[in-house]
């Protein structure tokens, strides 16, 4: 084991650590989720990342969002030609200069919300969730209505999830509460997940299946910083799982309709998100520049350097890496993400562009905060005045979670 790897290790236990005193002092410390947090991360790393089986269906899940990029494209090329990707009517006088994300690389949401709706009708996700909510309940003791909820995220968004459960949202009690709301800002909705590889595929090999596996690794890594800011007391109340996926399509053909609805709201918010976001960060560095000398992602790269280096990241790469974890939280994991696709990788290594992925894969930043409390209390108004408290002390959280995600990664890849 190389040395970059025991610093991962050290990393790993350092954010735990991390985790437990942003929580505050004088607390018992939840040991039997310490220990199957970490050993489920272990685990499921080392699987998903080491055996061959499994490392085989990487290049299928690859295959699978090369085959819906096309797809999309031959619809975007129908109803934008060259802007959505079909043949130029002109000579192409800078490579890449024709590729237009919002006609050719967002519609992907659009195709990606109806299969997701279709699957969902066909009762394949709320299997694939229910599995791992089993694990989850089995290994970390959450009862039936968080583990569902925490499960769910693996592939639904922030709000989706808590929304499954929401008959027994009102009686989780706050610890449980805290680890919904925490494991919906790290990981991502499997929407975005398939938007991201398609953007990332020229810089990280596999990348679907990294993608997948970094949202996996995440809800465990979730429960055990939730576990170690606020400890869990007694579970809450047990839902039946079969009660947990209600039907909400008549038919695949409304599944198919509402589910293309549903990207569709999805896309135009990512689109606004995108252009006030950037609009914000270049009017911040109008500012900062003439003052510091410093653009906004070279102050926040100064605070999130720590993180870097916990996560096994080389000396030389902490920078980069700190700068795009700042990124990330200002502003929203797409940006990040984007400017990791655009540079070429950062200039980073193979390990450190790959232990960056899995740590910027979550929605752990400001503006899905406000998301998430709008949509949960809105759900829930009785729970309002926690679900408000909680909701920075969750941001936190689910930062180390991916931090944490990373970290795992860092320590199972050889530089």
């Known amino acids: 084991m190389s040395l970059l790897q025991l610093q991962s290790g050290f990393g790993l236990l350092g954010l735990a650590a991390l985790a437990w005193l942003a929580g505050g ?9 310490i220990l199957a947090g970490l050993g489920l991360q272990l685990g499921l790393a080392a699987l998903l990342l080491h055996v061959p089986v499994l490392r085989a269906g990487f290049a ?4 699978a969002v090369t085959a819906l990029s096309r797809a999309t494209q031959a619809g975007t090329s129908l109803v934008f030609g060259y802007l959505g990707g079909a043949p130029l009517p002109f000579a192409e006088l800078r490579p890449g200069g024709s590729f237009i994300l919002f006609f050719q690389a967002l519609p992907l949401l659009l195709v990606v919300g109806a299969l997701s709706a279709v699957l969902y009708h066909w009762r394949v996700l709320p299997l694939a969730v229910g599995l791992l909510a089993r694990l989850l309940r089995r290994a970390l003791g959450l009862s039936g209505a968080c583990g569902f909820s925490v499960a769910a995220n693996v592939f639904v968004g922030m709000v989706e999830a808590p929304l499954l459960i929401r008959a027994w949202l009102g009686r989780l009690s706050e610890a449980e509460l805290f680890m919904v709301m925490t494991a919906g800002l790290a990981t991502i909705a499997g929407n975005m997940l398939v938007v991201y590889a398609a953007l990332l595929a020229p810089v990280v090999p596999d990348v679907a299946g990294q993608l997948l596996v970094a949202s996996l690794i995440s809800a ?3 429960v055990l910083a939730a576990a170690l800011m606020r400890p869990p007391g007694p579970p809450g109340p047990p839902a039946p799982e079969e009660r947990m996926a209600p039907p909400l399509y008549d038919s695949t053909m409304e599944a198919v309709v509402r589910g293309t609805a549903d990207g569709l709201a999805l896309l135009l918010g990512v689109m606004a998100s995108l252009i006030v976001f950037v609009a914000l960060v270049a009017l911040a560095n109008m500012v900062l520049e003439p003052l510091t000398g410093l653009s906004l992602q070279a102050l926040l790269g100064y605070v999130f350097r720590p993180l870097a ?6 000396d030389e790469h902490v920078p980069a890496v700190g700068a795009a974890l700042g990124i990330k939280v200002a502003l929203n994991e797409f940006i990040a993400y984007l400017e990791l696709a655009n540079s070429g990788g950062l200039g980073l290594d193979a390990r450190s562009r790959l232990i960056l992925t899995y740590a910027l894969c979550g929605f752990s930043n400001v503006a899905s905060v406000g998301i998430m409390l709008a949509g949960m ?3 829930c108004p009785e729970r309002r005045a926690d679900i ?3 909701g920075m002390p969750a941001l936190v959280a689910a930062n180390i979670a991916c931090c944490m995600t990373g970290a795992t990664v860092g320590l199972l890849t050889a530089p």
Do not use: Q
């Open 25 to 33: 002092l004088r607390r018992p410390l939840p040991w039997r989720v």
């Open 377 to 379: 209390t809105g759900m």
């Open 388 to 390: 408000v408290k909680l």
């Open 60 to 63: 299928l899940l690859g295959d």
């Open 220 to 222: 465990p890594a979730a």
């Open 309 to 314: 280096w916990l996560m096994g990241v080389p």
